[in-house]
């Protein structure tokens, strides 16, 4: 379905059994993180969870959607595997790599996949084995950030009034929204109009989207302890912190119906 709004991109509104088709999609990326979930303790590395995800999605007939992915900084290859696995004072788009993980990290493992012809994307940010109680409370804000902001959907008229939402919970919290990245419609693609910000943009003022049933966003509020400054390794991916203070990073798929939001990346409805 394709709709057109004067001046405006074009936000392609999913049916309900296009909404049921990507819930499927969903569902092995859910799959996904629930392993990875169980599999993030000390000694294991980022590559052990990589290889993992891979052997799920095969498992499933699903194609990863990150790796091959093209980079956005000019003459950097494009990404190179089925997950991105972000330590610490990284953001997000960390590749996987051999360095075990160690007791205290926090780690953001981001995925997506594409399944007869849909797509699924989230993220979840974990503690490996017993974490400083500041960066636990980092991970309980920035679930809740996401939490909230599906449930504003439920009532609120246009994506910048759930923005508002998450953006005034998260300085009352007295931590900072990461601005550089955003969310994203999603569907047949993985990134499709429109783009969706945890604050309340610039864009967003002028452009508003208005929220209503057939519209599937990837919400992924992005949250720091110190800064919301960013900048990008030399590998053209990785994002970190400029304070290198830790972050964390939580993201579901999300469809609005005329039942209210549903999640199309929980393991069970
Ligand atoms: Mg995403």
């Not at 169980?38 to 969870?49: F, N």
């Not at 797509?119 to 636990?136: F, K, M, N, S, W």
């Not at 972050?247 to 990346?265: K, N, Q, W």
Request: aromatic share 4%; glycine share 8%; with cysteine.
């Amino acid at each position: 379905m394709l709709r057109k709004v004067e001046n405006r991109p074009v936000i392609k509104l999913k049916s309900p059994r296009e909404i049921g088709l990507m819930r499927e999609a969903g569902r092995v990326v859910a799959l996904a993180l629930d392993r990875v979930r169980k599999l993030a303790v000390p000694g294991v590395t980022t590559a052990d969870l990589d290889a993992a995800v891979a052997e799920i999605f095969r498992e499933h007939g699903a194609i990863p959607l990150f790796r091959g992915y093209p980079c956005s900084v000019k003459g950097k290859p494009p990404f190179p595997a089925v997950i991105c696995a972000s330590v610490n004072e990284q953001v997000v788009h960390g590749i996987p790599n051999r360095r075990p993980l160690r007791q205290g990290d926090v780690i953001s493992i981001d995925t997506g996949c594409k399944l007869n012809g849909w797509c699924g994307d989230a993220a979840v940010t974990l503690a490996v084995g017993a974490i400083r109680p500041e960066h636990q409370k980092l991970l309980d804000v920035t679930a809740e950030t996401l939490a909230l902001a599906i449930r504003a959907t439920a009532r609120c008229r246009t994506w910048s009034e759930v923005a508002n939402l998450m953006e005034r919970y998260v300085k009352s919290q007295w931590m900072y929204v990461i601005e550089k990245f955003v969310g994203h419609g999603i569907g047949q693609d993985m990134h499709e109009e429109p783009q969706v910000p945890n604050f309340v943009s610039k864009a967003l003022r002028k452009n508003d989207i208005r929220l209503e049933p057939g519209l599937v966003l990837a919400v992924e509020p992005m949250v720091a302890l110190g800064t919301k400054d960013v900048r990008t390794l030399d590998d053209g991916w990785t994002v970190e912190t400029k304070d290198r203070a830790a972050s964390a990073h939580f993201e579901h798929t999300v469809a609005l119906t005329t039942e209210g939001p549903r999640i199309l990346t929980l393991l069970d409805d």
